[in-house]
């Protein structure tokens, strides 16, 4: 009598995990421009893709801060330089090491809720998925240089940041500003 009891016991706690297991999940519909993972009808909220988004240079690329958007980003601009000289001649020119070259990047930041903050440490720079350690302070290099900060609503930053790249390879921009990439451009495929 107690066997029967615990096989009966062991038989409706299976079935009850079995119906919970069997039920398929309502898929979602993924917004590329939302990184917080918009869902349609009754269906669960999902965590978002930890797969960054592919874009391209120019493309405006909604942000999530939490759970909320809070602003706009945008890689404008991408260009490689050899050197970057001192027009005044007071200073020295700005040489990259020996193979390697200079990657500028102008990016552009929107706040469309408070305190949207921004800055370089925001990017990483990948050269043939291997990531490239820190950024290149230079003095002669575009202006301006990306400030750090944060943006009241409606507001606009733009800014220039540098990266010393390798003279071949391809070359991504990641926007990554508190853990894993959000989404990144190629300005470089070879």
């Known amino acids: 009598m107690r066997l029967l009891l615990v096989v009966a016991l062991l038989l409706a706690v299976l079935a009850g995990c079995a119906s919970s297991i069997s039920q398929a999940p309502t898929s979602t519909a993924a917004n590329p421009s939302?990184?917080?993972?918009?869902?349609?009808?009754?269906?669960?909220?999902?965590?978002?893709?930890?797969?960054?988004?592919q874009q391209k240079l120019g493309d405006v690329i909604q942000v999530q801060c939490g759970d909320v958007g809070c602003m706009s980003v945008s890689v404008d601009k991408a260009m490689f330089a050899n050197v970057y000289e001192d027009a005044t001649g007071a200073y020295a020119?700005?040489?990259?090491?020996?193979?390697?070259?200079?990657?500028?990047?102008?990016?552009?930041y929107k706040a469309t809720r408070p305190d949207a903050t921004y800055g370089s440490a925001d990017w990483s720079v990948y050269v043939d998925d291997n990531v490239r350690e820190g950024l290149t302070s230079v003095r002669n290099g575009p202006k301006p240089e990306?400030?750090?900060?944060?943006?009241?609503?409606g507001q606009s930053v733009s800014g220039w940041v540098v990266q010393e790249?390798?003279?071949?390879?391809?070359?991504?921009?990641?926007?990554?500003p508190d853990g894993p990439e959000i989404f990144e451009v190629v300005v470089r495929s070879r």
């Open 34 to 53: 939302s990184f917080g993972g918009e869902t349609s009808g009754d269906a669960p909220s999902t965590a978002p893709d930890p797969t960054p988004s």
């Open 93 to 108: 020119s700005d040489v990259p090491g020996k193979g390697n070259v200079y990657l500028a990047f102008q990016v552009t």
């Open 146 to 153: 990306l400030p750090d900060g944060s943006l009241p609503v």
């Open 165 to 176: 790249v390798p003279a071949t390879g391809r070359v991504v921009v990641a926007f990554q």
